[in-house]
């Protein structure tokens, strides 16, 4: 190639660039997307996850105007999903929806991690939140926290919880309001929350930690008590049971939604594109409604809103971890 044709060629490349660059980020919204996305989850196919999951992809389609394909890779806590999405291209057509258990515990829990879970995900927004309620067998002689503490502190390790496991939100809740209140309680890890609430229902354990869906049957049934619930505010389910955050001062509620994120340096207007479409999808009404009568309730961040509330979770769970002296698995 002659030195002329170079220079040329030089010149059209830049120009190229130039334009690319000078391009209004609107042009690349509205580029995007143009071929179906594909959302990772960790949930398994039926699950509480994944019916969420599966309302909000179904409803973000129809605003976004391509399908939203839904690939289930439950397993290793979530991380299979996880590494998936942190390894896909950062172009918008692979997504994640996680949990708190690949993006906040882990960094405390799991010593030798294959991703980072804050470096290699861009945060979209957070999709919904499962409040939780403790719960109690009809036997055991409270009918409310208050009354739950008392008894306790009078007590000392006699009551025992059940939880999802070492290191879930239920187990940090409950490490948290041993570290505010005092109370001994023996905790009792399960492989899965269903075991033990299943277990309070049978009079096996007295108390235990439940997301408030499958609960709430056997809270009307009287089967079990609720005596309160663990977040910053009351349930839409159970307007009249109380937060621990207005009987325990200074109570932060561990973080227990599921969001979407992308993989690292995800285009901020492929973000902003993705998070409009997911938020406008999930606000309107009949889909608010299916995804309450889920047993969740909506949230709808911004990116940053949504950042800025892992990095607040993580110091959180960072505090209680260190208090509760729980130590990370290989």
Not at 59 to 70: E, H, K, N, R, Y
Request: overall charge positive; some cysteine; glycine content about 8%.
């Amino acid at each position: 190639m002659n030195p002329l044709a170079r220079t040329v060629l030089r010149i059209c490349a830049a120009a190229i660039a130039a334009a690319s660059l000078a391009m209004p980020l609107s042009a690349w919204s509205q580029a995007f997307p143009s071929k179906p996305v594909k959302l990772l989850t960790q949930f398994a196919a039926g699950s509480g996850g994944d019916v969420l999951v599966r309302i909000v992809a179904s409803a973000t389609a129809d605003v976004m105007g391509q399908p939203v394909v839904i690939e289930n890779r439950p397993g290793a806590g979530g991380a299979l999903a996880a590494e998936l999405a942190a390894r896909a291209a950062p172009d918008g057509y692979t997504l994640l929806a996680a949990t708190p258990g690949t993006h906040v515990t882990r960094v405390f829990l799991v010593r030798n991690s294959s991703f980072d879970p804050v470096k290699d995900f861009t945060p979209i927004t957070a999709v919904g939140e499962t409040p939780t309620v403790i719960i109690a067998h009809p036997s055991v002689p409270v009918n409310s926290f208050k009354e739950l503490l008392g008894y306790a502190k009078a007590n000392p390790g006699k009551l025992s919880y059940g939880t999802s496991g070492i290191g879930s939100p239920h187990h940090l809740s409950a490490e948290q309001i041993k570290m505010l209140t005092g109370v001994e309680m023996v905790h009792v890890p399960y492989k899965a929350g269903a075991q033990a609430m299943l277990d309070v229902i049978t009079g096996q354990i007295p108390l235990s930690y439940s997301i408030i869906a499958p609960a709430m049957p056997h809270i009307k049934s009287g089967k079990v008590k609720a005596l309160v619930t663990v977040r910053s505010k009351r349930a839409m389910w159970l307007p009249q049971i109380p937060t621990v955050g207005e009987m325990v001062p200074g109570f932060d509620a561990p973080a227990s939604w599921t969001g979407l994120f992308g993989p690292a340096n995800l285009p901020a207007p492929i973000l902003r594109r993705v998070n409009g479409d997911v938020v406008r999808a999930m606000r309107q009404p009949e889909t608010t409604k299916k995804i309450n009568d889920a047993g969740f309730e909506v949230i709808g961040n911004s990116p940053e809103e949504f950042a800025a509330l892992i990095k607040g979770q993580i110091e959180l769970t960072g505090r209680i971890v260190k208090a509760a002296g729980i130590k990370p698995t290989d």
